[in-house]
Nanobody, 124 residues
Framework: QVQLVESGGGLVQAGGSLRLSCAASGRTFSNYGMGWFRQAPGKEREFVATITASGANTYYASSVKGRFTISRDNAKNTMYLQMNSLKPEDTAVYYC?????????????????WGQGTQVTVSS
């Protein structure tokens, strides 16, 4: 079992920044590909970013590329999402997820473990 806990969400003005954290416990964190997803009210969950187990490779949704940065610290069992130049359309509940494979994935169905989510609200 892997337990994931997100933190760092909040209310920020457009153009501002937030850093989300995802703390993992349980099995060896460094073996898992990880991802961030988000879900806005009335919308389906969507992919945001993913990172390989080693942290060497990352991939982003086009809507956040150039503004968001995914990273991980395997020594601390923690993944991060640095969000800059935030827009009102980034408002959503953000979830971190872990998968049994070392590679990343943009498909939520590839992930076995999910956190409870953290709310990000961007005001205009």
């Amino acid at each position: 079992q892997v337990q994931l806990v997100e933190s760092g969400g909040g209310l920020v003005q457009a153009g501002g920044s937030l850093r989300l954290s995802c703390a993992a416990s349980g099995r060896t964190f460094s073996n898992y590909g990880m991802g961030w997803f988000r879900q806005a009210p009335g919308k389906e969950r969507e992919f945001v970013a993913t990172i390989t187990a080693s942290g060497a490779n990352t991939y982003y949704a086009s809507s956040v590329k150039g503004r968001f940065t995914i990273s991980r610290d395997n020594a601390k069992n923690t993944m991060y999402l640095q969000m800059n130049s935030l827009k009102p359309e980034d408002t959503a509940v953000y979830y971190c997820a872990a998968r049994f494979r070392s590679g990343g994935s943009f498909d939520g169905r590839d992930y076995s473990y999910w956190g409870q989510g953290t709310q990000v609200t961007v005001s205009s």
